[in-house]
Nanobody, 117 residues
Framework: QVQLVESGGGLVQAGGSLRLSCAES????????VGWFRQAPGKQRELVAL???????NYADSVKGRFTISRDNAKNTVYLQMDNLKPEDTAVYSC???????????WGQGTQVTVSS
């Protein structure tokens, strides 16, 4: 049974930082793309960062230069370091794993990030 569990969300002032963690209980992370998604109220869910098994990364334009995704395969954990946070980053952040490109079949429950102005 594969489970993804996010942690690290919270309330922070604009300009501050948070680090989200996504821990996987099974054994698929090492062979999966892992993405961080976010969804704000009334908006569509968007992919903000992705990391491949080979450590290649990709970011949404809105977070480039501010967010950094990384992975520790020994801990089955993927991180999202978020710096210089803005109020528009407020959303529920979820991690997801894809064994096939673009097919995110495993999801965490989400963690709330709120950035105050």
């Amino acid at each position: 049974q594969v489970q993804l569990v996010e942690s690290g969300g919270g309330l922070v002032q604009a300009g501050g930082s948070l680090r989200l963690s996504c821990a996987e209980s099974g054994s698929i992370f090492r062979i999966s793309d892992v993405g961080w998604f976010r969804q704000a109220p009334g908006k569509q869910r968007e992919l903000v960062a992705l990391i491949t098994p080979g450590y290649a990364t990709n970011y949404a334009d809105s977070v480039k230069g501010r967010f950094t995704i990384s992975r520790d395969n020994a801990k089955n954990t993927v991180y999202l370091q978020m710096d210089n946070l803005k109020p528009e980053d407020t959303a529920v952040y979820s991690c997801a794993a894809a064994r096939s490109v673009g097919r995110f079949e495993y999801w965490g429950q989400g963690t709330q990030v709120t950035v105050s102005s």
